[in-house]
């Protein structure tokens, strides 16, 4: 099982990147896949969660900003970030697989079971 990551880098506030994970294939048919980020001295969020054929979820502090998909053909996950803020360095993980919460409220909470090793992300000011 392996997750891949790529399409970090430096940018500048207000600008765009997308990431990119792709699925080894070895993960069987996951009903969710996500992503998550660590900035320095904090702990890991959750930032964008998605089903395979569903909609995604956002954390409050990127939401209207960063979209997350996923590409079936090719087994690609993607968050697409735009209007980056300097609050938003920090390394971004993809995750898959695992168990996503939801409430009515619109609060969701993701325990995934595979994770990504990771790429910096850093929004210059």
């Known amino acids: 099982v392996q997750l891949l990551e790529s399409g970090g880098g430096s940018v500048q506030a207000g600008g765009s990147l997308r990431l990119s994970c792709k699925d080894s294939?070895?993960?069987?048919?996951?009903?969710?896949m996500g992503w998550f980020r660590q900035a320095p001295g904090q702990e890991r969020e959750g930032v964008a969660v998605?089903?395979?054929?569903?909609?995604?979820r956002y954390s409050d502090s990127v939401q209207g900003r960063f979209t997350i998909s996923y590409d079936s053909s090719v087994k690609i996950m993607y968050l697409q970030m735009n209007s980056l803020k300097p609050e938003d360095t920090a390394i971004y993980y993809c995750?898959?697989?695992?168990?996503?919460?939801?409430?009515?409220?619109?609060?969701?909470?993701?325990?995934?079971?595979?994770w990504g090793q990771g790429v910096q992300v850093t929004v210059l000011s």
């Open positions: 294939g070895d993960i069987p048919s996951s009903r969710c």
């Open positions: 998605t089903t395979r054929h569903g909609v995604g």
């Open positions: 995750a898959a697989d695992g168990r996503l919460s939801t409430e009515s409220s619109g609060a969701w909470s993701y325990a995934p079971s595979y």
